[in-house]
């Protein structure tokens, strides 16, 4: 190992060491501060060095040296009498000796990364309990449920094709669940923390992260019998929406990057058509408050099933047709998807793509078209469950959007 390079690491160690070692001095931490934990990143990072040359047991007596020297300050805070102060500090430093003999041996960037961290969860301890707080017994629910998806059940289905078509890989399909589950889990904790009050730009980005579709049903339910609420439903159904393709480029970033920058300029020129329209809004009726319609656990897992059915029904009906009627077949398939669930269609037509068993070109149409669809669906939706006002407004909207998908169908 050269010598500049050592002088890097332990620069590095020490670095760290101190970050640490200042965020446990703010604390008032009686057992280590802003000069132990550079001590003990230090002193791991010499084990690493020594384990080089002597094997492993370097480090794990290194390890089992600081464990015994914690051991002595906890029985001394207990002589002091002093008030239980639980045990992060001792992990963190245990934690910090592994991150120093690590860097000698491991990944520069892991070091850094796992040392950062460690920095970050002890400053924002208020905060962290802040948002525990404000977690209820449903809401818990919903992340364990998530944890059960995507640590319990994907880890364990086998990673092979099945099927007439060589297209249902049970991982691959639960794989999509996770993924859909987890962007939608994550702008239902975001909700929870805003509460049914928020911005009418927070509503209509959230209500797009979690479902557009619910969001436009709740808000157009609301208008029957509120039509003065029209105006502010038409903002937030435009932007969830417009979200909507955020969405989609993002989960087709997540599945297909390299197809990726094909789909992006026509669902780009979508979303760009949408904010416009919800901009216009917006100015019109700036002065609106908005209170946000109750949201559902995103990661039940019936609903999780149900989507995961959904996929794989999506993705050998496109397989299926591809194969027996031509391309003019899959958008049969793509109108029907889209309906009510656009992520199916997207997810399955990117794995398709990415599996080479669809064009590119074929792709993003297939998506687009599965879009246009979905805002028909919405516009009806409106149509039977709000007030003539909101109808007005989003079919003048979705209109002026439908023309230029169609043109972009037809022309591109």
């Known amino acids: 190992m050269e010598l500049s390079y050592l002088f890097q690491q332990l620069a590095i160690a020490l670095g760290l060491g101190l970050l640490v070692g200042l965020q446990r001095e703010s604390a008032a931490s009686s057992l280590g501060g802003v000069r132990t934990f550079p001590l003990v990143t230090l002193f791991g990072a010499f084990c690493g060095l020594l384990a080089l040359a002597h094997g492993g047991w370097m480090i794990a007596a290194g ?18 009498q002093q008030p239980n102060s639980g045990l992060t500090t001792e992990a963190a430093m245990l934690l910090m000796f592994a991150v120093g003999a690590y860097l000698i041996s491991g990944q520069r960037a892991i070091a850094i990364t796992v040392g950062g961290c460690v920095a970050v969860l002890l400053h924002y ?12 017994e449903n809401d818990l629910k919903a992340i364990m449920q998530f944890a059960l998806l995507s640590l319990v059940i994907l880890p364990v289905l086998p990673n092979r094709a099945y099927g007439p078509f060589a297209v249902l890989n049970p991982r691959q399909v639960w794989w999509m669940v996770v993924l859909i589950v987890g962007i939608s889990l994550g702008g239902y904790i975001i909700y929870k923390f805003f509460g049914t009050r928020a911005g009418i730009l927070l509503g209509g980005l959230l209500g797009g992260v979690i479902s ?3 969001t436009t049903v709740s808000y157009a339910k609301r208008t029957r019998d509120a039509a003065e609420l029209a105006n502010l439903a038409a903002i937030v159904v435009m932007i969830a929406s417009a979200v909507v393709y955020v969405r989609l ?7 297909a990057p390299q197809f990726l920058p094909v789909a992006a300029v026509p669902l780009t020129v979508m979303l760009v058509l949408l904010a416009l329209c919800s901009a216009v809004l917006w100015f019109l009726n700036r002065n609106a408050t908005n209170e946000m319609p109750a949201q559902e656990n995103p990661s039940e897992l019936k609903s999780a099933l149900y989507f995961g059915l959904l996929y794989a029904a999506v993705l050998f009906a496109v397989a299926a047709v591809k194969q ?11 109108v029907l998807s889209g309906l009510t669930d656009v992520d199916a269609i997207t997810l399955s037509t990117a794995q398709l793509v990415n599996n080479a068993r669809l064009s590119a070109d074929e792709g993003w149409k297939l998506i687009l078209t599965a879009t246009l669809a979905n805002l028909v669906f919405k516009a009806g939706a409106v149509a039977v469950l ?25 022309f591109r």
Request: hydrophobic share 55%; glycine share 14%.
């Open 212 to 214: 557009s579709t619910a």
């Open 324 to 334: 027996h009627f031509g391309a003019g077949g899959l958008y049969v398939v793509a």
């Open 63 to 80: 390890l089992l040296a600081l464990t015994g020297l914690i051991a002595l300050g906890k029985q001394a805070e207990l002589h002091k």
């Open 125 to 136: 301890k208020g905060q962290l309990h802040h948002a525990v707080a404000h977690l209820d």
């Open 386 to 410: 709000g007030s003539r006002r909101l109808l007005v407004k989003v079919a003048l909207c979705y209109g002026v959007v439908m023309v230029a998908g169609l043109l972009l169908l037809g």
């Open 249 to 255: 480029q993002l989960e087709i970033a997540a599945v």
